[in-house]
């Protein structure tokens, strides 16, 4: 969108709400769209099943096998070389393909063909008996709520298959807008009073999301830091509130003067509704910050009385609170550095150990409190990571990047509780059984909501079919 | 046979399902409505115009009943047995369109239904236009100027009001006097005009309005930040971004890329023409080779460096070459013939061989030896024999190696010559090293060296006392000024040496002798320096800081060796290092980037600019008007600016169009005429004020009947607030600034850093530009702008400081006296809203602002006069600077 204020534009700015229009619509938002063009109107196309998405990343690369997918014959290969198993054929050559080298060095993205035995158990959870580690026990306990896809792939065997997974291309292509870029510029708001798209925690490889959707269409970054949640969403220097507000209803009253000076000014009038909303937001985004509603119990659900898991805690009770006032996605990047925190080349056990006791809980805690407040139906929730870790070791106790095969949950609104789809080989190498590229977990999202991604392409951006991928129907209910 | 059975199989079979799924069609199926969009889309553009794939024209039914090179593909009395019918229901590799999804089965319906009922067509049914004849690929021709209804001094004007008059359009009256200098101070400096130029132009106006008019467009056309404010408008179209990466890694984009910057402000100021700016900005360093002011230019090419993938780094430069100066969407046809412009696949390639051989490099400059922390970069031809291959279907794995691609232009805008000559460089250019200014910057380094020893050791002359350490420390102090000294002679003797090489000079073989024992010297006075340095530690308390016996004994060898060599004439000397080639993939070795420089330069792109900016070119001069005049008017004529193709239909004002691009480059391409023709013109001057009638008529304003309303952008908001507070540095040129130390720098906008990476949050709030890319700029209404303005540092922290200003300059009181006087809230009110909106305050507005005025000194009962006055009168500019007028321009 770099022409400029057109048309669809404005029909954009007016649907997230900061117009006079938005008003008049603000009653019927997701009501199904009468014309099949009006894609940019903020409608769904059909039928949406779910609203708001939280897209929880673990950045640097989760161990497949030490989370959602045993592998059994690595404890009875234990030592072996690959070629020493039944499944020398996974390195065929021809196999290894489809991954793109960014970076050639020793360190990253290499085999690893010595077998390196599972560092965790395994427990059967919930009816329907899905596997987890026993780093991941209060996820286990919500088995029966979600889907695990265990048969994730994609092209980069580097870090910057972290942007991959946002938008679906390999960072040595072209950036393109990410998943939630796509849900932003679809679909309106559900509250005007906060942004639609939020992005918390680190970002390295690529800290944008519009690309070419343009700027507007980017997360608004948020830190949870109840004292600077939003960027001069504060007064900087030292006014007082009343002295403030005075300021500020001057400003409206000549804001509303210039008005009727200049009638049939469109911009005019969104932008003294946006100053307004910009004051709301002064007052929303602390607010949704501010847990002082929250039962003592419901904190504990999200493990904001211990240490280990209170910060990711925070931010995952955070998005609960966004979501439930109407933000269409919250993207939560856990894992700190610039290749991510999970990115275990050594020390697997510790590094995995540590880390998942500081998401675990709270994402449980999540997807109850979620459900015990009706909003699982109405949100997907996505718990994801940007490759797995190869099954042979690297460094005695590490696992190098593993680009094959990989795994990844969704839950909530429109997702078959209780299912496990696809799979790896038996070493955990290849997504052998309905591998999913990475657009697959974006169609999938995109079909819940009720968009049609193919009706939101921009001219002059043409889409692969790739892109766009195809909803796993498997998982869908 | 066999294979028309298959299809007719195959249709047979699906058939029924089309019949389950699709739309029945009945008797209203249009041919227009349903059909023809259908074959535009999916079939133009291989049986169209741009190409007739089997010599068959779907664009009308006449060329369907004529047919393919096998006869008819219509026979609407039978259907099944049409070809098209048969093409586009086949499943297998037979199906067209060959790409993408079959039609829909609604599509097919519609297509079938059609046949069904005769296949007929509008009568008179024209062809798709000869591509050749667009109008945009035709030569612009300067028209008559109009004789108009409405006299018009202004040639603009005249070709304006030709269309108003016929529309019925009363065009609005100027504007206030102080709206235009406002519009006019923004437009040509990016600054809002200040209280005093305010009060100067409007006493000028009173007497004497268009001279006084006149007088500022040339004031401000030859004020330095002109330059600086068109600059960041280029900067836009072309793509500037300071470099970024991981860490230290430069990934895009290029380090010391700001001399590129400091470039195209003095090119405008200096007013160097367009085409000039051109022919620099892709070849000066085949045209000007040792013109290291006009190599910056290439920085143009620099910007798109990438460190991963040559192919998209090329991709980058041909699709943004393209867009920004030709109007082309180049970029279409990487993977395939364009679908929408006649540009072929082989067109895509033919200028990828323009860029193919062109790499980035960093020349030293007499500043500074470490190029990682200064330097000139700059494009040069290091692969002069790099084959182009086209990818087949875009795909840069599968080249096809069998045939070599020959640079070239675009075929469809022919007969303008493009012959590359190989150019041959002088020794300056390919070989830097032996630049004088090498010798200069290593000079100054080694005199710096010399002049700190040389105080050093006098601090020694002062103290008489003799004891073991002091003397031990003396020696060090003696043996790093010989050791300096030495090193000046040893850069001096490699410069010479490096020259005579280079030259091939007769004396060759004795510089070298000279260097080589220079370099002797300088090792045996580094060898005795280091000695030096561990004796005088051996006398130390400390004693981890005692040097081993080992250590001393080690560097006494080290001593007797230099001293054993000083006269071998063995190995060679250190050559200065002038340039640096930039990594080519992050595995390139250092070895390989310090290699001599080819001493050719293909001369494809000199070729390429010179066919750019020939005056039969129909697109250059069009596009670069087309981009001026949007920003002076809010609008562009032709909209895309970056399209120019087929899809875009011949503007409305194509005319005027034409004359401008015909006279501008009959006028030696010179942008500050075209400036100062287009703001004296009575369209630029208008009122924006939005009339019913006109606006229903015209509510897009095609007809420029009155000016349109325009939000500031990033950069003018916060120029324009520093130049209020009389803080802003206006200086011109340098290095960018550093992101951390931009919050409280005074510098203008375009000097801040900009990459993908780095944003700066107050500027990128108000749509700063994208650096990927930014042919106009987006302009959001959001929140954050609102509170940027209300809450920043920067608004509040310069609100006092503008307040204080309005109090000087508006003769409110003594300069003085502005902190502690008492000032009258009327007076203050009223030039306050004039000097940061430029407009009369109206009573309800004054009414507003004194309640105001009055409810704050009640909340801040408690301050003391002065301090609550000050605090106040900060208060009210802080309020008028977020009302919407202030970043409005009307």
Known sequence: ?477 | MCQIRTVWLLVCYTWPLLLVNGTVWSDDVDYLRDVKPVLRERCFACHGSLKQEAELRLDTVDAMRLGSYSGSVLDANNVDASLLWQRITATDEERMPPEGAALSAEEMQAIRAWMLQGAVGPIDEQPEADPTQHWAFLRPVALPIPNTKWSAANPIDAFLNDKLVSAGLAPNPAADPSLQLRRLSIDLIGLVPNQTEQQDFLAAYAESPNQAYADAVQRLLQRPEHGQRWARHWMDIWRYSDWYGLGEQVRFSQKHIWRWRSWIVESLNQNIGYDQMILQMLAADEIWPTDESKLRATGFLVRNYYLFNRTTWLDNTIEHTSKALMGLTMNCCKCHDHKYDPLSHEDYYRMRAIFEPHQVRIDLVESQTNLDLDGLVRTFDAHPDEPTYVHLRGNEKDADASRVVPPGVPEIIAGLPFSPEEIRLPPAAFAPQIRPGVLVAYEAESQRRIAAAAKALEAFAETDEADAITSAERVVAERELAAAQRHLEKVRSAHAADVATVLEEPDLAACRRNAILAKRQATLADARLALAKLEFASLSDDQEKRPSTEQLDNAQKQVDQAAEQLDSLDGDYDSLSGSVKSAEGPDESNASRFAPYPQISTGRRTAFARWLIQPEHPLTARVAVNHIWCRHFGQPLVDPVEDFGLRTKPPMQQALLDWLAVELVRRNWDMKWLHQLIVSSDAYRRSSVVQDQAADMDSQNQFYWRRNVIRMEAEVVRDSILYLAGEVDTSCGGPTTDPVKQKHSLRRSLYFTQSENDKHEFLSTFDAADVLRCYRRSVSILPQQALALSNSEFALSMAPKIANRICVDGGLVGDAQAESQTIDWNAFVDVAWQTLLSRTIQQDERQACLQAVADWQTELSELAEPERDRRIRANLVHAILNVNDFITIR
């Open chain 1, 1 to 477: 969108m770099e022409t400029g204020m057109d048309r669809r534009c404005c029909l954009r700015q007016f649907g997230s709400g900061l117009a006079g229009i938005a008003l008049a619509s603000l009653l019927q938002r997701d009501a199904l769209a009468e014309n099949p063009h009006a894609a940019l109107s903020g409608s769904p196309h059909f039928a949406p099943q779910a609203k708001s998405v939280i897209w929880l990343f673990m950045r640097g690369g989760v161990s497949h096998m030490e989370s959602f997918d045993p592998k059994p014959m690595l404890n009875k290969y234990q030592g072996k070389t690959i070629d020493e198993t039944p499944w020398s054929d996974v390195q065929d050559p021809e196999k290894l393909k489809k991954v793109r080298v960014v970076v050639v060095n020793d360190a990253n993205g290499q085999q690893r063909n010595k077998l390196y035995p599972l560092q965790v158990g395994f427990r059967k959870y919930g009816d329907s008996g899905i596997e987890f580690s026993d780093w991941f026990p209060h996820m286990g306990s919500c088995a029966d709520k979600l889907s695990v896809i265990r048969s994730m792939w994609t092209t980069d065997d580097n870090h910057g298959a972290q942007v991959q997974f946002h938008s679906g291309r390999h960072m040595l292509d072209e950036r393109v807008p990410t998943i939630g870029a796509w849900i932003n510029y679809g679909l309106g708001s559900l509250n005007d009073n906060l942004p639609q798209f939020i992005n918390i925690g680190p970002r390295f490889f690529d800290v944008r999301d519009g690309h070419y959707l343009g700027p507007k269409y980017d997360a608004v970054p948020l830190k949870i830091d109840p004292a600077n949640p939003l960027a001069f969403a504060q007064p900087e220097l030292v006014r007082t509130a009343g002295e403030h507000q005075i300021g500020f209803d001057l400003v409206q009253r000549l804001n509303e003067s210039n008005q009727q000076q200049f009638a049939r000014d469109a911009d005019l009038e969104a932008r003294t509704k946006s100053y307004e909303l910009a004051f709301r937001m002064q007052t929303a985004i602390p607010e949704t910050l501010q847990f002082a509603d929250e039962t003592e119990h419901t904190k504990r659900m999200y493990g904001l009385d211990h240490d280990v898991t209170r910060p990711f805690g925070t931010q995952l009770l955070a998005a609960r609170r966004f979501v439930e006032r109407g933000t269409r996605f919250i993207q939560i990047m856990h894992g700190d550095g610039a290749a991510g925190a999970w990115d275990a080349h050594s020390g697997l056990r510790s590094n995995h150990q540590t880390l998942s006791s500081q998401v675990d809980l709270p994402v449980a805690g999540l997807l109850n409190d979620l459900q015990q407040r009706g909003l699982l139906d109405e949100t997907i929730v996505v718990f994801a990571t940007e490759f797995g870790r190869t099954p042979g070791s690297q460094n005695a106790d590490g696992r190098d990047h593993h680009p094959y095969g990989f795994s990844v949950w969704m839950a909530g609104g429109g997702i078959k509780p209780g299912v496990v789809h696809g799979a790896t080989d038996e070493i955990g190498f290849h997504a052998v059984e309905h591998p999913h590229y990475v657009t697959d977990v974006h169609a999938t999202i995109m079909q819940l909501l009720g968009l049609d991604a193919k009706r939101l392409e921009v001219p002059g951006h043409k889409r692969l079919e790739i892109d766009y991928g195809q909803p796993i129907q498997q998982i869908i209910a």
